[in-house]
Every structure is written in structure tokens, then in C-alpha cells.
């Protein structure tokens, strides 16, 4: 079956995380899709003998199998091998999932629709060896003049030879010509010493010895520097980069979501009751929201707990709370009755609390910044937004006006929404027509082929499985140290510390080598 191919060739790499060796299969002839279905018949099969078709139970924690698509149950969905984003998505009844995702919380029934080869994970793979057939070694051309330069210096120096052989043999020239040299009577040694002269007269020595050396100091400066460059060709191609297309999550952000807003949006003297002082209002609300979220795995929870151990905030004793986690968000109850919501809107109306014009506007606020609104309640009643985002990096700004000053037009081609690529792009000054939102690694590989085909040199820089095959369509592949192994592996040049700062010096120190090459 197609299967185990796919996963002999995944295997090979060890930063590919391969999908459950034995996936549980599910009586495919019953309609789980019935809300009176009863499970059964329900058994544990090698991957090797799914089928299209196929009904898979996917337990919380689990990767998924193989591609499908969702027929009953619903879960958050960690997808960042595929897109590159580290926010998990949900999935529902008719969402499609990837083979290799993992499901983070939810308990899922997923129908087979892709096998082996016919998989996105197994498509990332192709695209990343496609690509890297493809491309064209750059001292093709080099090699190209050498294979013509080489035989026709050896046939005029042989040439040379017969001729100067030929006239000192029949006494065409004077034989003092052969005496002054020191070759006596000797024709052989004297056609001899015009032909090596031919030789290494017109044997480059310069720039034999110029190419490797300025190579050489090239690459341990940008090791110095924190750029690692894998040889010459990246210094021929790095000089001549006039486009530069970035990814976003990992690269122009951080990476991982970060608390960024605390807006307070109920009446203070309510809070005054439950104990929180006007300067004590947004500690007030991340505490409760930081004890309501330390049972969750999601980043968005991380984040939270994250904000409420830098500030030192200590948290009441959950050793009593009951912590339930759901679509949307978390509840965390206490005997005495006492209720933490923490989550979305959907969160929040399945609970029974209505979101005023208020709390929907302050929501809406945040949303429109690229930022995920979470509403925090206490008892029904809503004490506070925060706003959680992968923000930018600090050096990103300072990045992109360098490279916009050198020339190069800038791109963000992301698998994140339109919404959020928008405005990081606005805080970037990317323009909204060099955004591209949505894209899968195959998107992102037709726009270096686009861009290639209007005569544009391309560079790609990106962190992960997902950048890889654009990285390695690139004329240029840059991945950030930071990144997954296959990036790195696919890359040009690797950018260490993962400060942008180093793209723009990596690209001034190839126009540096190259015209020291060059002149």
C-alpha cells in the first residue's frame, strides 16, 4: 500500500515527526454521524493497512494518521507543521486535517482522503527535493567555460609546440636562437619551453587563488557575524538578490503568542467588592485568568500564565477547582460555586453571558490588530479583555527599512489570515498588495516561481517545515537558526541568532566578496 512508502521516506529524516505506528480504526459501516450511534467493533491496525475511506479515532494528544476530513467531534488542531503557525486551529465536522498535525484536546473521528503520496506532508516532501533538482548549481557557467577553456589553452600549446618544433628542427631559425636559450641542438626542449610558456601565460592563477581565498575569508567572517554560508554559489546569487520574500510566524514574529492588552471593562466598584483596588485591577484579572488556564497545554494559555509569572503574581490554591477544558476556552469551578471562565465569545454564550456593545467593541478593537480577544469572567460576570498576539520582533522594523533602502522589494507570504498578515504588515510598512495570507507551502513555492519568471533574483527566508520548499525554489534560501532542521538543511545561509539584522549583513558581505572576486 501507498502508505509505507511515505513512511520509509519520512523516516529517513529525523526532523520529520512521523505519524502513529498503529492508528485505531473504526467500524467504517456504521453512521457515527447518528447522535444515537453506539461505538463498537473499534480496533487498533497497522498504518500500513488504511484505506480511502477508512474511519480513524484520533485520541487528544494524538498525531492524525493521514490526511482526512473530520466526521464527528470536534478539537483544537496544533497545524504548525503544515502552515507554520504556532496558534492551533479548530477543527470541526467537515474541516479537513493533515497527517502528522496533532490533535490537542478533543477526541476526533476523521474519514480517510489521502494516502502515501497523495499527502500534504508527503507534498512538502516532493516540493523540498523537486526544488533542490531544480536548481541549478550557479557555477554551471564557470564550469561551462572552463570545459571549453581548458582543451583549446592545451591544443595551442601543443600547436605551439609542433610549430616550434618543426622550425627549429629543419633550421628555420638560427641555431644561435637554440644555443642562447641552452638547449644546444636540442629542437625537442626548445619547441618545449614556448609550449609550457603558452600554458602558464594563459592559466588564470589570479583568479585561481582570488576566489577560493576571498570565499574563504567570506565565510569565516559571516560565521564570525553569525551567518553561516554554505560555500561559494550563495555569494554569486546574494549580490544580484533584488526580491526578498519572508515568512511571518518565527520569522518576522517571535514566534509564540505574548499578552500584549489588559483592558478592564467592569464597573470598578464591582471590583472594588471582590477585593481589587483601582491599581490592582488588571493583576486582579490575570490572576484569575492565569488559575483558570494553568490546566491547559494551549500556547494562548501559556501565554497568560507566562504574563502572570513575570509580574510574580501569586495564584489562590487550585487544589480544590475543577478544571474543565472546552471549544473555546476553559471553566475552572469551585465547591462553593464560584466560576472562572476565560475564553471567546462562543465560549462565553454557551455559558450564558452576554457580551454587551462594550466588551464586543473592545473585542473587535483587538481583532482588527491581528490580535486573539479573550474575555475573562468571575461569577458571570465579565471582568476584562486580554489581547494575545505573536508580536513582532524588536528588529524587524529596523530590518525592513534597511532592505527597503538597499533596494529589494519586500514580500510576506504567510499561512496565517488575512486579518492578522494585515496588520503586521501596516506596523511593518509592507505594502498590502506584497502580502499574501493563507498559504500553504505550495502557494508559497508558485510565488517564487512567479517572481522568478519575471526576471526577479529571489531570496526566501523562513523558519520552518512549511517555508522549506520555497526555501529551496529560492534562488536564495536563508532560514533562521531558530528554525526546524529541514529548513536549515534547504537554506543557503543560515542566520544564527536569528536576528534579522544579520539578512542585511549577509547580503552586504556577498556584494563585498563578489567584487572582490569580480575586480
Not at 497527517?99 to 503520496?117: A, E, F, H, M, P
Request: overall charge negative; charged content about 20%.
Amino acid at each position: 500500500m501507498t502508505t509505507k512508502s511515505t513512511s520509509s521516506t519520512l523516516s529517513t529524516s529525523p526532523s520529520l515527526p512521523l505519524s502513529p505506528n498503529s492508528p485505531t480504526l473504526f467500524n467504517n459501516t456504521l453512521d457515527i454521524t447518528d447522535d444515537d450511534w453506539i461505538e463498537q467493533e473499534v480496533k487498533e491496525i497497522d498504518i500500513e493497512l488504511i484505506d480511502r475511506n477508512d474511519v480513524i479515532k484520533v485520541f487528544p494528544g494524538e498525531r492524525f494518521p493521514t490526511d482526512g476530513e473530520v466526521v464527528r467531534g470536534s478539537s483544537y488542531v496544533d497545524e504548525s507543521l503544515i502552515t507554520g503557525e504556532s496558534v492551533p486551529v479548530l477543527r470541526g465536522v467537515g474541516s479537513t486535517v493533515y497527517g502528522s498535525t496533532i490533535n490537542q484536546k478533543g477526541l476526533i473521528y476523521i474519514r480517510v482522503t489521502s494516502l502515501g503520496d497523495e499527502t500534504a506532508l508527503s507534498q512538502i516532501v516532493k516540493l523540498i527535493e523537486m526544488a533542490q533538482m531544480n536548481k541549478a548549481p550557479i557555477q554551471a557557467y564557470a564550469d561551462l567555460v572552463a570545459g571549453v577553456f581548458t582543451p583549446t589553452v592545451l591544443c595551442l600549446s601543443l600547436i605551439t609546440y609542433l610549430i616550434w618544433y618543426l622550425l627549429a628542427f629543419y633550421h628555420v631559425v638560427p641555431n644561435s636562437w637554440l644555443t642562447e636559450a641552452g638547449y644546444g641542438n636540442e629542437p625537442l626542449l626548445f619547441a618545449l619551453l614556448f609550449a609550457i610558456s603558452v600554458v602558464v601565460i594563459s592559466c588564470p592563477c589570479a583568479l585561481g587563488l582570488a576566489t577560493p581565498t576571498a570565499i574563504m575569508v567570506g565565510t569565516s567572517v559571516g560565521a564570525l557575524n553569525g551567518v553561516l554560508i554554505k560555500g561559494g554559489p550563495p555569494f554569486e546569487v546574494a549580490h544580484r538578490v533584488n526580491t526578498l520574500i519572508f515568512d511571518k510566524t518565527g520569522t518576522l514574529t517571535v514566534g509564540k503568542p505574548i499578552l500584549t492588552d489588559e483592558l478592564i471593562v467592569a464597573d470598578p466598584s464591582q471590583l472594588k467588592q471582590l477585593g481589587a483596588t483601582p491599581t490592582e485591577q488588571k493583576d486582579y484579572m490575570l490572576r484569575l485568568a492565569a488559575l483558570a488556564e494553568q490546566g491547559s497545554e494551549h500556547p494562548l494559555a501559556s501565554a497568560v500564565v507566562n504574563a502572570a509569572k513575570s509580574r510574580n503574581l501569586t495564584l489562590p490554591d487550585s487544589s480544590r477547582a475543577d478544571f474543565s477544558i472546552h471549544t473555546g476556552g476553559v471553566k475552572c469551578s469551585f465547591p462553593d460555586g464560584t466560576c472562572i471562565l476565560v475564553g471567546n465569545r462562543s465560549h462565553m454564550e454557551v455559558n450564558n453571558i452576554v457580551l454587551g456593545p462594550l466588551i464586543d467593541s473592545s473585542m473587535w478593537d483587538l481583532e482588527i490588530q491581528g490580535k486573539t480577544a479573550v474575555c475573562v469572567a468571575f461569577n458571570s460576570m465579565i471582568i476584562g479583555v486580554l489581547g494575545i498576539a505573536d508580536i513582532i520582533k524588536p528588529e524587524a522594523h529596523s530590518t525592513i527599512k534597511s532592505l527597503k533602502s538597499m533596494g529589494i522589494d519586500l514580500w510576506m507570504v504567510t499561512g496565517d489570515n488575512r486579518t492578522t498578515a494585515s496588520a503586521i504588515g501596516d506596523e511593518l510598512e509592507i505594502p498590502q498588495d506584497r502580502i499574501i495570507a493563507g498559504a500553504l507551502p505550495s502557494d508559497k513555492v508558485q510565488k517564487v516561481i512567479a517572481l522568478q519568471e519575471s526576471g526577479k533574483c529571489v531570496a526566501m527566508i523562513g523558519d520552518g517545515i512549511n517555508d522549506s520548499p520555497a526555501i529551496s525554489q529560492a534562488d536564495l534560501g536563508i532560514a533562521i537558526g531558530a528554525g526546524t532542521h529541514i529548513a536549515i538543511d534547504a537554506a543557503d545561509m543560515v542566520i544564527v541568532r536569528s536576528n534579522l539584522h544579520d539578512v542585511v549583513a549577509a547580503l552586504d558581505l556577498a556584494k563585498l566578496v563578489f567584487s572582490r572576486i569580480k575586480w
